[in-house]
């Protein structure tokens, strides 16, 4: 499950697996991700890695997106990564705290 845990909207074009290899969804799936808004849910198969979608300009970027957060034994939620990463950072872009589920 992909989840939009930020308060920004994503127009995300593709999913790619560890390897950089496409992961294909089906044409509903799809249209849901090209307006991926926040809060939303959408099932995916396969172990997505990374996104490419459109930025505030207009231009296609990759992201590296984290798991899910988790809970600890003390009922804390804790991030498998603690910071969330673009493989084209900038100053300027703000990273999408996206999560897996599953």
């Known amino acids: 499950?992909?989840?939009n845990t930020t308060p920004y909207i994503y127009a995300i074009g593709s999913l790619l697996d560890a390897n950089g290899?496409?992961?294909t969804v089906d044409n509903d799936t799809a249209q849901k991700l090209l307006m991926f808004m926040p809060g939303d849910e959408v099932q995916v198969k396969g172990n997505v890695v990374k996104v490419d979608s459109l930025n505030d300009w207009g231009e296609l970027q990759t992201w590296t997106i984290n798991?899910?957060?988790k809970s600890t034994s003390s009922g804390k939620t804790v991030s498998d990564s603690s910071v969330n990463t673009s493989d084209k950072a900038d100053k300027n872009n703000r990273p999408p705290a996206y999560g897996t589920e599953g």
């Open 21 to 23: 290899k496409k992961i």
């Open 1 to 3: 499950m992909l989840v």
């Open 67 to 69: 798991k899910r957060k």
